[in-house]
């Protein structure tokens, strides 16, 4: 058996180079895992990543990888490479933080490290470390074996606000990739198969006079009103458009907090979601339209700013096939009866929505999900498989797969059930389960690029595809003159 796999039938060709890839991801991990506690020790949030992307740099320099640092107008993006000829393979790293989510390491009460502090609860340290880990195995591997082949590993800020890698993507930064692999922790081991919403991040700006609300009322404009019937005419929208679509909003400034002076500015941010980027600029232009209206019910001005986007990610079947391979041929993350009793800890706490919500989820991959329904930390593996669905989140991961092929995985780094963006994330992203997760990812996504390497015609195959799906062209959500912006 290797994990919970069993290796009868492949030829000693595979079985030497799993087990070499396993030994030299083994030889090294200690080193990934320190790394993972490190940037969950120095939670930073989007673009302000300068620790954790410093810590991530060091280690690439000391693994031989030429560094280019601050790219695409980012401070805290770089692109490392090693080797060369083709074919150029990149692996993604995310390390940012999520605000309020500051929370000890494998606690599962309460308990913040500092008091509103931010906090890894989407397990972007594990995830920056384990890509890490990854591709070092892969490279080790090649130095090893004596083979060409470039490899890149792309540090990647702000996928939590900001949105680096569309500014990276817009740059051409993946441009020349012939592959792209990435991963995100979660509470299963699978390769994704299902879309995610993309995402038009807007800024409405209204502009109107002050006056004194009671004495001369008739004189000012209020922006704040201007807000609030765009609000009004977009829940009207909502009833108009696909229901698979989601927009909502937040106050960025309602004007001052005197109801006796009317309010002469105000703004309202909007993301704007659908399953496909066509759709989720369609919409735009729609609210775009409201937005422009409410300015003229009101007698205001608006300025609108569209400053960043997200595609819907298209995961490449080829590229998805070679990953969804090399992880049944591994297995998951081989957890010890330390991990399994702090995720029960976690898992006993849920609700039944919670539970229920969680092998809802696992029911796109494993068919006999129910049989999960009182396991806490999943160590089996699902194969991949195309879902038309589409998961109701958004990354910028999406970006990067109109720019180039690529395949995603996730691996178990929580207990099954765990909330997304919570503490509970926090705390058991700063345990030895994370751990577990980085030696799986590294073995897996390293014997995925040897695979890729090896395999010129499925190299093509992906391309081909990628065309096929996608135009092979990307298209920035946003224009070519819209700087990133640096606070919410
Ligand atoms: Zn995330």
Redesign the pocket.
């Given at each position: 058996m290797v994990g919970n796999v069993s290796i009868e039938g492949w030829g000693n060709h595979m079985k030497n180079k799993i087990h070499e890839i396993e030994k030299l991801v083994e030889g090294k991990e200690r080193k990934f895992f320190e790394i993972s506690d490190k940037i969950w020790a120095v939670p930073e949030l989007f673009f302000q990543e300068y620790k954790s992307a410093a810590i991530l740099i060091r280690a690439l320099k000391d693994e031989g990888f030429n560094v280019d640092e601050g790219i695409a107008g980012l401070p805290t993006a770089f692109v490392a490479t090693w080797g060369s000829g083709k074919p150029t393979i990149g692996v993604l790293g995310?390390f940012d933080a999520l605000p309020l989510l500051s929370q000890k390491a494998s606690c599962s009460v309460r308990a913040e490290l500092v008091s509103g502090g931010p906090g890894h609860g989407?397990?972007?340290n594990v995830?920056g470390a384990g890509s890490l880990a990854a591709v070092v195995a892969a490279k080790d591997y090649l130095q090893a074996n004596k083979m060409g082949g470039t490899l890149r590993y792309y540090g990647c800020p702000g996928?939590?606000a900001g949105w680096g890698k569309m500014f990276m993507a817009r740059d051409g930064y993946f441009d020349d990739l012939d592959a792209c692999y990435t991963w995100?922790?979660g509470q299963e081991n699978t390769v994704i198969g299902m879309s995610t919403l993309a995402n038009l991040c807007a800024y409405f700006h209204f502009s109107g006079k002050t006056s004194h609300a009671a004495a001369a009322p008739h004189l000012g404009r209020s922006a704040l009103d201007a807000c609030e019937i765009m609000s009004v005419g977009v829940n009207y929208l909502r009833e108009h458009i696909i229901p698979e679509a989601r927009v909502h909003y937040a106050y960025q400034d309602v004007g001052g907090s005197a109801p006796n002076v009317v309010q002469d500015r105000a703004c309202v941010k909007y993301y704007i979601r659908a399953p496909k980027i066509k759709q989720a600029k369609e919409i735009g232009e729609r609210v775009k339209e409201i937005a422009r209206g409410a300015a003229l019910i009101t007698g205001t001005q608006v300025k609108i700013e569209f400053v960043a986007g997200m595609c819907d990610y298209v995961p490449n079947d080829v590229l998805s096939g070679i990953l969804s391979d090399a992880l049944l041929k591994i297995g998951g993350p081989r957890f010890d009866a330390d991990d399994h009793a702090l995720a029960q800890r976690f898992f006993q706490d849920f609700t039944h929505e919670e539970i229920e919500a969680s092998l809802k989820e696992l029911s796109h991959t494993h068919s006999d999900w129910l049989r999960y329904d009182q396991v806490a930390l999943i160590e089996d593996v699902a194969p991949y498989v195309k879902s038309d669905g589409c998961g109701w989140g958004s990354?910028d991961v999406g970006d990067v797969s109109y720019a180039v092929p690529l395949a995603q995985m996730t691996a178990t780094c929580w207990a099954k059930g765990t909330p997304g963006h919570s503490w509970k994330i926090t705390a058991q992203s700063g345990s030895s389960i994370a751990h577990k997760a980085i030696s799986c990812v590294a073995k897996v996504i390293g014997l995925a690029i040897i695979e890729t390497i090896e395999n010129p015609d499925k190299v093509a195959a992906a391309l081909d595809e990628h065309v096929k799906t996608t135009g092979g062209k990307y298209v920035c959500p946003v224009g070519p003159d819209v700087k990133p912006r640096f606070t919410y």
């Open positions: 995310e989407c397990g972007h995830l996928e939590e995100h922790p990354t």
